[in-house]
């Protein structure tokens, strides 16, 4: 049985983001919870509004790097906050679905704003038991 | 870090002789006690920067250097872009020219005795700060290229601030070689909202007290006695600079083997100052750099509004404003010749001596101002450049505490409404939008800031002059 869900791990001044999933796509989607858990309580932002984002790396790593950035840059942007994520890879390119909604400061009491996911503890491969992980380090 | 894996050179100097693929030493600036509070990451990352191409005398580290990104937070790297030297991303960081500006106010304590917390509500009203917030400035394209080009003198130019300002921002506060075509729109549309605003995390506006001065003379000339009240500003090239660094690292990284890069982590992602990607990001950081300082001259511009409604009396005159992540073309004499140097300085601010022709003459004799952030609860320092500085690590010192525990330990130990709370016991006002952030930013999250300063001036990088401690602070 793999492992589900999301974590954060240490990082002396900033902080880890890792996920976890059956597949590669779910422990990306994962990862993607752990960095708004970075910023507010998961369970506060309602999934009430979808926007898509799209993007394209020579390998796995960065590709998982650059969907993170896409995800703070519609962060950033819209001055939204996500909940709930799809993600699909084919081959070097990837398509993603986040719903979520406006930042309310009042409801989210948003702690940090997320800078960048950076290339420091960046990983993504497998464990023994066949499940995906999914990690690197953000820039608060 | 383990200390026996360095070479004493003296009580506040340490090296790593280069071994493997090393093309210098190591060089760290800290006592035994700051050494073995240091990750061994530091150790990793100093080493790894040594190894690059084109790099001159050594791979410096300051006294409050953590783990960082490629690059430690804390270090200092200078590269001969006609000896191949590169350029990185990753050594300048995602805050292109996150700095600190410090400002006089004119006053004294017992001017803000009777209005502290109506000046805390006024400034923490105005002051766009946290996640989300938005400025009330927004620009055009037309406008935006001129900011990126034009810095603090555009935000002059437009009104916020006067002409003396200038004199006291690094560069005369515009960054020269600044080009606007090599930022994306992505870059300028994430700064649409955010100019003028304080940003979050370590980012704060703080009302300070002058409680010690170290050198009357040098305090003089940068117009501080003690019990002044100043003003400082922390914070960075928001949205714009952070997407700057963010493609640039992905271009660096995937460009590295077509110069014939060999990393030793890909988060030491860099280019050849002569190439193609090295000069697209040296226009484009450039105006991170100028976009940060336009930011800090548009938010002293909102301070002043405060200040004028509630203390008109108060006069707000720049000490000094200089970034602490930047890579900047310096003159510097290696070997007995004087070299231009790109200088790295991530999470490491420039320390110039006395007498150098970049410093306006009211500071030249003097030397730079050095400012040094610390916590909410503890205190911040103003150090002045050194003549020793300038040929020990081209004439650059520490930045702040740097933290000692990681944002979760901080968020278990503490409660935020703790730390404000055991704060205004002891006459410091917090105002944030988030508690969390507040616990994770607790004073005993961060290394001793006065430890820092204090290894920082008998290593001789730079001097100590003032001890200024927070009466109110205003956190992102």
Sequence with gaps: ?140 | MDIKTLKKKSDYEWHIEPFGKMRVPAIIYADQQLIKQMDTKVYDQAVNVAKLPGIVKASYAMPDAHWGYGFPIGGVAAFDAEQGGVISAGGVGFDIACGVRTLRTGLVPGDIKPIKERLAELLARKIPAGVGSRGKIKLGPKQMDEMLTGGARWAVKAGYGNEEDLRYVEEGGTITGADPNQVSDYAKKRQHDEVGTLGSGNHYLELQQVIEVYDDEIAKAYGLKKDDITLSIHCGSRGLGHQIGTEFLKRMVTSASSYGLDLPERELACAPINSPVGQSYIGAMRCGMNCALANRQVLTHLVRKVFAEILPQARLTLLYDVSHNTCQVEEHQVNGRLQKLFVHRKGATRAFGPGHPSLSPELRQAGQPVLIGGTMGTASYILAGSKEGMSLAFGSACHGAGRNMSRRQATKQWQGRDVVRSLAERGILIRSPSLRGVAEEAPGAYKDVSAVVKVSHQANLAYKVAKLVPLLCIKG
């Design chain 1, 1 to 140: 049985m793999s492992k589900k869900g999301w974590e954060h791990f240490p990082h002396q001044a900033d902080i880890g983001i890792r996920g976890f999933g059956s597949t590669k796509e779910e422990a990306f989607a994962q990862a993607a919870a752990a960095m708004t858990a970075v910023i507010t309580d998961l369970e506060d932002v309602n999934p009430k509004e979808m926007i898509e984002v799209a993007c394209e790396a020579s390998d796995e790593q960065l590709l998982f790097v650059d969907w993170l950035n896409a995800l703070i840059y519609e962060m950033s942007t819209r001055r939204m906050l996500f909940s709930k994520f799809k993600v699909n890879i084919e081959e070097n390119r990837l398509s993603g679905r986040a719903w979520g909604e406006k930042l309310q400061r009042a409801k989210h009491n948003p702690v940090v704003e997320v800078k960048a996911a950076t290339y420091t503890a960046l990983d993504v491969g497998r464990d023994e038991d066949g499940g995906w992980m999914a990690q690197c380090v953000v820039d608060v």
